[in-house]
């Protein structure tokens, strides 16, 4: 995939509207509403540094959270704050996203000022992609403005600010989005084998896609989390109350046949620690696979499952992650993915973690500045590897001879 990037355009002076993803946790510190982390808005800041040294009028949009139209708790304004810190200069900050506030706040920046505006999902027609409101989004930055798409964890919805919008301006891809695409590419382009496909969480649902599209890349997949009982109700076991997607046992049969068939080891656990309910004080204890009970269910992957894992991951040259070991929140049923984690950061292998929940939990356990590379979209990577077209992407494909 190659993509029209900022590298490859003119945008000098221009002003630019920017698709940021600022959708950041906020707190209140004696009664001022601040950003608890923003590690979402310094990933944008080496784009919009460029389009500043470019000296362009730098617009930016965002969503935060899932606002059912106009609501002071979501506004963004305390991210303008944040990001002025950041930038070490005045972020301008207006309550409108379209319209005539917009669009005289745009035009009134000086070249290499920045502006945010509010929350775009304070508008429905956002999530709609509805066409007038990706017009006057587009208006905001005028006939001669551009777009840049470098909100990476929302490119695979088509919403009016991160495809329709395209449709006005003439845009290209910001380097957050460059990067990610570049390093979530290195596993399905050449990777390095041994490949260890490591997947945990609730659904195998959520993963048929990624299984089958990268399971001629792959030499190994390693499933814990909840989706590992309908693999093994697959095989005939008994999985007590532990969490079952009884509609997918068939598709668990397909797979594993297809794997056996592609000469890829399908490895399962052997044992888990189970309780009778999800609770922190639960009572736990270690059983083999085989033998859940029927009154408890399987939280979190076994210590020797966990030390299988490890030797696996221990011989890779490339992993990937993508799901949690087991409820990692709880540190009754946290030990299979700390060492599943841990094992990756130290291993001599290209290490790649995609999702949400993965990237949660390996910040949880303090080693996402071990990893080569902790994806910015969990959503959107996971569709990503599954070999979809984003839509946020879709309008700067361009073919290797083509010159943007």
């Known amino acids: 995939m190659k993509l029209r990037s900022l590298d490859h355009v003119d945008v000098k002076g221009k002003t630019v509207l920017v698709r940021v993803d600022y959708n950041v946790p906020l707190d209140v510190e004696a009664g001022h509403v601040r950003v608890s982390d923003d590690k979402r808005i310094r990933a944008s800041l080496s784009t919009i540094n460029h389009l500043r040294a470019e000296r362009c009028r730098v617009v930016l949009v965002s969503h935060l959270g899932r606002p059912k139209g106009p609501s002071p708790e979501l506004s963004l304004e305390p991210v303008a704050e944040r990001l002025?810190?950041?930038?070490?200069?005045?972020?301008h900050f207006v309550h409108s996203c379209i319209g005539e506030e917009a669009e005289k706040a745009a035009a009134g920046l000086e070249p290499g000022g920045v502006l945010l505006l509010e929350n775009v999902r304070f508008h429905a027609e956002e999530k709609q992609n509805d066409p007038g409101f990706a017009k006057a989004l587009a208006k905001v930055v005028g006939k001669e403005g551009f777009?840049?798409?470098?909100?990476?964890?929302?490119?695979?919805?088509?919403h009016a600010s991160t495809r329709?919008?395209?449709?006005?301006?003439?845009?290209a891809v910001g380097f957050l989005i460059e990067d990610e695409?570049?390093?979530?590419?290195?596993?399905?382009?050449?990777?390095?084998?041994?490949f260890v496909l490591v997947l945990g969480g609730a659904k195998v649902s959520d993963k048929i896609l990624l299984i089958e599209n990268l399971l001629p890349k792959v030499d190994r997949?390693?499933?814990?989390?909840?989706?590992?009982f309908t693999f093994l109700k697959a095989l005939g076991h008994e999985t007590g109350k532990s969490l079952l997607e009884a509609d997918r046992v068939e598709?668990?049969?397909?797979?594993?046949?297809?794997?056996?068939a592609e000469e890829v080891d399908i490895v399962l656990p052997e044992d888990f620690v189970v309780a009778a309910g999800l609770r922190p004080d639960a009572d736990t204890k270690v059983v083999e696979s085989r033998a859940i009970p029927a009154d408890r269910m399987g939280l979190d992957i076994g210590p020797r499952t966990a030390q299988i894992f490890t030797r696996h991951l221990q011989q890779a040259r490339t992993i990937l992650l993508n799901g949690p070991m087991g409820v990692f929140e709880m540190d009754a049923f946290a030990q299979g993915t700390a060492q599943v984690v841990h094992t990756m950061a130290s291993a001599e292998a290209y290490t790649l973690v995609g999702g949400g929940d993965?990237?949660?939990a390996v910040e949880r356990f303090g080693m996402t500045d071990q990893m080569d590379h902790v994806s910015t979209g969990g959503g959107a990577s996971l569709e990503f590897l599954e070999g979809k077209v984003l839509p946020g992407l879709e309008p700067f494909l361009v073919t290797q001879d083509a010159t943007a």
């Open 358 to 360: 993965s990237a949660a």
């Open 84 to 91: 002025g810190k950041l930038l070490k200069t005045e972020v």
């Open 147 to 158: 777009y840049v798409n470098d909100a990476f964890g929302t490119a695979h919805r088509a």
């Open 251 to 260: 598709a668990a049969k397909t797979l594993l046949l297809r794997a056996k």
């Open 221 to 228: 997949i390693l499933i814990g989390g909840g989706m590992a």
């Open 164 to 171: 329709g919008v395209a449709d006005h301006l003439p845009g």
């Open 181 to 194: 695409v570049e390093r979530l590419s290195k596993v399905m382009r050449r990777p390095e084998r041994p």
